[in-house]
């Protein structure tokens, strides 16, 4: 039982001599990020010189914050990693590391220096000593009577240039003390800046307690994730013309602040979400209950709604030309699984963290598109020119805006939006200010009439549309008339001018083929019959 107890006294002495000795401190470098739309997995490198038997490990340059479930460290077969641990609060607790060669060159710098300010001041001391004993000698020999004048001039010739030489060379030292004390100063300014840059590159670290077999050099390879990065895609919209296909460059907008800078990082973007919840969906029981509702609510569908839905297929169309691949496009790599796309880019990149956007080229795409004009005047008055893109599935666009710059000229920004179940994707372009377009009720074609129990309202509205452009444009025009949930409501349509009328919800819709400089009117008209001693608030 002795013996026991002191074998397990000596292994807790060892064991506490190994794990009391300093901490092996290095710095891990960025190699790749994977960055998702809500977080970043970060693959880093590092290498270190280990000793046989166990060592502490304090690997600097990681993310400030990141999730420890997700580290993984990958070793030499040689290697057992013991323990892994994560704190953003190491310097407090540890000493800074003086390996940095940014640190390591000026702390010497500064040890030389001293050393040479040392020398001056010791040579410069004995300069002074020499003066001192040069005017002690002369007092001396001047209180002497016993010196004649011959004797007398032969000290003064020797003392005067002697004393203007050591005093010469004391001057010298004295100002070359000086600029090495100026010198001296600057380096601690730039160690302490050096000293507060290490602090604040980084306030996390990993600590490692690791077993080596083998005494040396050792690889190592840290892989997390971090929800301190995100990015997000954009577009950039060209047309030079109605007659051409469309410019589409593919970017991304890349934002980092995970205290750590990625310099000639391997970027990979990814519409996969690592952090959302995977567990399967369970339906229960559905019960109903009343609910009271405006028997007068109204709901109106967006424009883009109307267009998407309604829109007709005749238009000016541009041959159908294959995706473009450009310089840009050959370093991007798509992939496209069952669940995301993922866009991998061989050029390397610097993203810095400072929670600004970087701009990443993915992609340049020729698209084939059918361009037409929009118009609904009851919301604007103004022409849309939009552009369809047909089987755009196969170009892997995700959710995101779109700057558009149509014959050279910026016109603003537009929304793509691929998860839609049309085949076809609409565009908007911007406005068009060579379309005019009037929306004019007409007086003597409306107003109010009171019967014996009903209000009778009429509305006519004439909707005048020109070509101010040099060619010919195709153009589909939209307008609506109420519809009534309530049968007390009595709506007529009474002049459409030919329109394709879509009687479940209202939507009027006019194929308009315009020439150059001409001029087309429409009018449409309804009457809206309802019970006198009611009112309808949005007629």
Known sequence: MKTTAFSLLVMLFISNIVFSQKSIFTTAKVKAATVYFNSVELSQSTSVLLPKGTSEIVVKNVADYLNENTIQIGAPSNITVLSVQFTNNYISEYELNENNPAIKKVRDSINLVKKEIQRVENARDSEAKAIELLDKNQQISGLNSGLNV????KMVDYYKPKRTEVSNTYDTLDEKAIKLNELLAKLNARLEINTKNEEKTSKGKL??????????????????????????????LRANSILEPMNMMYKAQVVQNTGIDWKK??????????????QVPILNAWWLQYSFQNQYEYKQKSVMNQIQGNAPRTALAVDAVNADVSSVSNYT??????????????????????????????KEIKLPATYKYYAAPRVEKEAFLLAEIKDYSKYNLLQGEANIIFEGLYVGKTFINPNQTSDTLNLSMGRDKKISIKREKVVDKSGTKFLSSKKEQTFTYDITVR???????????????????DKEIEIEL??????????????????LDLKPNETKKIRLSYKVKYPKDKSIGNL
């Open 467 to 485: 070509n101010n452009k040099k060619e010919a444009v195709q153009m589909f025009l939209k307008d609506q008339y109420p519809l009534s949930p």
């Open 494 to 511: 009474q002049e459409s001018s030919s329109a394709k009328i879509n009687s479940e919800t209202g939507i009027l819709t006019w194929d």
């Open 265 to 278: 990082v391997k970027l990979t973007l990814s519409s996969g979400n690592p952090n959302q919840n995977n």
């Open 150 to 153: 011959t004797e007398l001039m």
């Open 333 to 362: 790599t798509i992939s496209e699984n069952q669940l995301n796309i993922s866009f991998d880019i061989d050029i390397p990149y610097d993203i810095l963290s400072n929670g600004k956007a970087h701009s990443v080229a993915l």
């Open 207 to 236: 600590i490692l307690q690791v077993m080596n077999e083998l005494a040396g050099p050792v690889d190592l390879d840290i892989n997390y994730i971090s929800d301190y990065a995100s990015w997000s895609p954009f577009y950039d």
